[in-house]
């Protein structure tokens, strides 16, 4: 009984450390996608922590998490004419610059922004 106990209880240690550690891998590798210049390419517009020498076409990437949901950041990574016709952001995911994978990963990084 007590065995079962506490293998049930590190199953779940280790599946939670699991999930966390997913999650910070995510946002790592949408780090990288974000900063690449043949993906997401990013900096070319935006000011970004960690980032070096952004442009500054579009407005610096901060707080995003405060004001956008996953969602909201999924849908302006994935087309953001929708929410703004004559927006000069490209269309990454409309345009299979990225695939969706690859804007959750970034959506995982603009989270911690
Ligand atoms: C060619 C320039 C350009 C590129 C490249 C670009 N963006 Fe943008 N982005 C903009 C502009 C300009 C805006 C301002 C809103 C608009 O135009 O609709 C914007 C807005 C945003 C917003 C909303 C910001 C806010 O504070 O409301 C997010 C989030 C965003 N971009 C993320 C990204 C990410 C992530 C990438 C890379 C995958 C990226 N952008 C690449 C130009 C760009």
């Known amino acids: 009984?007590?065995?079962?106990?506490?293998?049930?209880?590190?199953?779940?240690?280790?599946l939670s450390m699991s999930?966390?550690?997913h999650a910070q891998s995510g946002a790592a590798e949408g780090q990288k996608l974000a900063f690449d210049r043949g993906k997401g390419n990013c900096l070319t517009c935006h000011e970004i922590k960690g980032g070096d020498l952004?442009?500054?076409?579009?407005?610096?990437?901060?707080?995003?998490?405060?004001?956008y949901d996953r969602a909201e950041l999924t849908a302006i990574l994935n087309d953001e004419t929708v929410r703004n016709p004559l927006t000069v952001m490209p269309p990454f995911g409309?345009?299979?610059?990225?695939?969706?994978?690859?804007?959750?990963?970034?959506?995982?990084f603009l989270q911690t922004l």
């Not at 009984?1 to 280790?14: I, K, N, P, V």
């Not at 952004?54 to 004001?67: D, F």
């Not at 345009?95 to 970034?106: D, G, K, P």
């Open 19 to 21: 999930a966390a550690a």
């Open 1 to 14: 009984m007590r065995t079962a106990l506490a293998l049930g209880l590190s199953l779940a240690m280790s």
């Open 94 to 108: 409309r345009n299979r610059i990225l695939t969706e994978q690859e804007i959750s990963a970034i959506v995982d």
């Open 54 to 67: 952004p442009g500054s076409i579009g407005p610096k990437l901060e707080n995003l998490k405060g004001r």
